[in-house]
């Protein structure tokens, strides 16, 4: 892609939003960066170093693993500053979980109970870049 490109480690959530935030903040700070690029378009690469839930993840030492798991974490990042800031309370936190996970597994249901679409469908609404 042509354009200005944007790089951020998705486990600060902080910083790639430190960082983001002169060019998105306002429809004039994004107008300016394409400006400047003299382009067309911006594209943001979110880097992240962690993996699915069901990700082996053989290609990871399992000492890698648990080092992303206890210090790059992004949801106990972000968990971690919600608590420190006083934003939100444990048992907030643990009631926005209960609903997030309500929310996922009504989703789930419907999409194993609806059926197939028609294979007709299959490029509906597809771009490519």
């Known amino acids: 892609m042509i354009g200005p490109w944007v790089r951020h480690d998705t486990a600060g959530f902080q910083g790639s939003l430190s960082a983001m935030r002169p060019t998105l903040s306002s429809p004039a700070g994004f107008a300016a960066a394409l400006v400047i690029a003299g382009s067309a ?23 890698e693993v648990q080092e992303m798991r206890e210090h790059r974490d992004p949801i106990d990042l972000l968990r971690k500053h919600i608590l420190e800031e006083g934003k939100a309370s444990e048992a907030d936190l643990k009631e926005i979980d209960r609903e997030v996970r309500a929310r996922v597994n009504e989703a789930a249901e419907f999409a194993q109970s609806d059926p197939e679409p028609d294979p007709s469908e299959l490029y509906t609404d597809v771009t490519a870049t």
Request: no cysteine; aromatic share 8%.
């Open 41 to 63: 378009g911006l594209h943001v690469s979110l880097v992240s170093a962690g993996f699915l839930s069901g990700d082996p993840a053989k290609y990871r030492t399992r000492e």
